[in-house]
């Protein structure tokens, strides 16, 4: 939607999903849904908790969030998997939380995890954080993974080409005295799988996609059958090397790429080559956020920010319509990971509503995020999830 642009009263969304304008400016969606991010419990209690976690998502609009298993203990068993279970119900329900497994012992890619122990508990398996560096480790692991019926959600890393970088291999690390790493440090591992992917039949999901190597083999995989979905950032759509700046919040991985892959990016976002957005809300400690872009922990935030950046960046400069960017936030994820929508899953928003970006106002624990500062449009009014009310905005907007 640009600016001044008019809405009937409902619009439709695969899935039984609709859109409803309820007032002037206000909206009401199917409830968001995120398969990556990071609640950091257990083990890492200090950056985030399940329940800060849910709260910043139900602020963000989302009824939905897969948990990646980077923790401590890592999911790799029924019995570590049970604390992260046991967490996710004493948080109660304020979003639907879904765990992944994790693929290999302690995601260390030498061992296989217990697959068929784990299966029939968590929504996928991923080793997300770090990639999967044997191929016929990989190859065992999608067979096995074909045979459970359950995606494999890759972390895609060639760990030989990172050498040390931080940021994108590009001009701003060339002028600045960074060390990069290489865009094929990810679509080499992604060319890989596709071909595994093939030969296997297994159900492959990539996560995170930052440059347009990615995107040519994923859409020619999709092409040629390839049971094969994959997801990008807001960050990745939006921001590209040169709004890099010398911060911690600007280091993420994958890094931003060049203005080139941002805009590819864009380009299957809307041919349909990358099927969702996932935020990767990855919260980390201000201490590990503030050593600079060399020093700082990997990881930025995004629940509570993603819809209004991408709605300001990409809808109202009418790039993707409103029905498009709910397809890629509530509808897509859902569809390819079996998550269902209940019917009284929806989030409301007031699209009109204009502000400057404060993660000191976040209710996650994480700060870092590269919007801090960004002038955007759409404030969550209310979050629904299971018929009750998650999150409302007290701060006077309209329809309270």
Same mark, same amino acid.
């Given at each position: 939607m640009t600016?001044?642009?008019?809405?009937?009263?409902?619009?439709?969304t695969d899935m039984g999903g609709r859109i409803v304008r309820k007032a002037k400016g206000v909206f009401v %969606? &199917?409830?968001?849904?995120?398969?990556?991010?990071? %609640?950091?419990?257990p083990g890492f209690s200090y950056k985030e908790t399940i329940i800060s976690g849910s709260r910043a998502a139900a602020r963000g609009g989302y009824t939905a969030v897969c948990?990646?298993?980077?923790?401590? &203990? /890592?999911?790799?068993?029924?019995?570590?998997?049970?604390?992260?279970?046991?967490?996710?119900?004493?948080? *109660?329900? =304020?979003?639907?939380?879904? &765990?992944?497994? $994790?693929?290999?012992?302690?995601?260390?890619?030498?061992?296989?995890?217990?697959?068929?122990?784990?299966?029939?508990? /968590?929504?996928?398996?991923?080793?997300?954080?770090?990639g999967v560096q044997s191929e016929s480790m990989m190859r065992s692991l999608m067979e096995r993974c074909k045979k459970l019926g359950k995606i494999i959600a890759a972390h895609c890393e060639d760990e030989s080409l990172v050498?040390?970088?931080? =940021?994108?291999?590009?001009?701003?690390?060339?002028?600045? *005295?960074?060390?990069? =790493?290489?865009?094929?440090?990810?679509?080499?591992?992604?060319?890989?799988?596709?071909?595994?992917?093939?030969?296997?039949?297994? $159900?492959?999901?990539?996560?995170?996609?930052?440059?347009?190597?990615?995107?040519?083999?994923?859409?020619?995989?999709?092409?040629?059958?390839?049971? /094969?979905?994959?997801?990008?950032?807001?960050?990745?759509?939006?921001?590209?090397?040169?709004?890099?700046?010398?911060?911690?919040? %600007?280091?993420?991985?994958?890094?931003l790429r060049s203005r080139e892959d941002r805009e $590819?990016?864009?380009?299957?976002?809307?041919?349909?080559?990358?099927?969702?957005?996932?935020?990767?809300h990855a919260p980390h400690s201000a201490e590990e956020k503030s050593r600079g872009l060399a020093g700082s922990a990997f990881g930025i935030v995004g629940l509570e920010c993603a819809f209004p950046v991408l709605y300001t960046g990409l809808v109202r400069t009418g790039i993707l319509s409103l029905e498009q960017l709910t397809e890629k936030m509530a509808i897509a994820p859902r569809k390819r990971f079996g998550i269902p929508l209940p019917e009284g899953d929806r989030t409301e928003w007031d699209l009109e509503a204009k502000y400057t970006v404060d993660p000191e106002d976040f209710l996650s624990m994480g700060r870092a995020t590269p919007f801090a500062g960004a002038e955007v449009y759409g404030r969550c009014l209310r979050t629904v999830h299971n018929g009750k009310t998650v999150w409302e905005d007290q701060s006077g907007n309209p329809e309270q």
């Open positions: 600016a001044g642009q008019e809405y009937s009263p409902v619009l439709r %969606f &199917p409830g968001f849904c995120d398969v990556h991010v990071h %609640f950091r419990e948990a990646m298993p980077n923790l401590n &203990p /890592v999911p790799d068993t029924p019995e570590h998997l049970a604390r992260e279970e046991e967490l996710i119900r004493a948080a *109660g329900d =304020i979003t639907a939380v879904y &765990p992944y497994a $994790a693929l290999t012992v302690g995601e260390k890619g030498q061992e296989a995890a217990d697959l068929e122990g784990l299966a029939e508990r /968590v929504i996928a398996f991923s080793d997300d954080g770090k050498r040390g970088g931080y =940021i994108h291999d590009g001009i701003y690390a060339r002028n600045h *005295g960074h060390r990069g =790493i290489c865009s094929e440090s990810e679509w080499g591992p992604i060319a890989r799988d596709l071909k595994l992917a093939k030969e296997t039949g297994c $159900a492959y999901h990539v996560c995170h996609i930052s440059c347009r190597e990615s995107a040519e083999l994923i859409r020619q995989a999709k092409r040629e059958g390839v049971d /094969v979905t994959c997801e990008t950032a807001p960050h990745y759509l939006l921001l590209d090397e040169n709004d890099l700046q010398e911060d911690g919040r %600007f280091r993420m991985n994958p890094p $590819a990016l864009t380009e299957a976002l809307l041919d349909g080559t990358i099927d969702m957005i996932a935020t990767d």
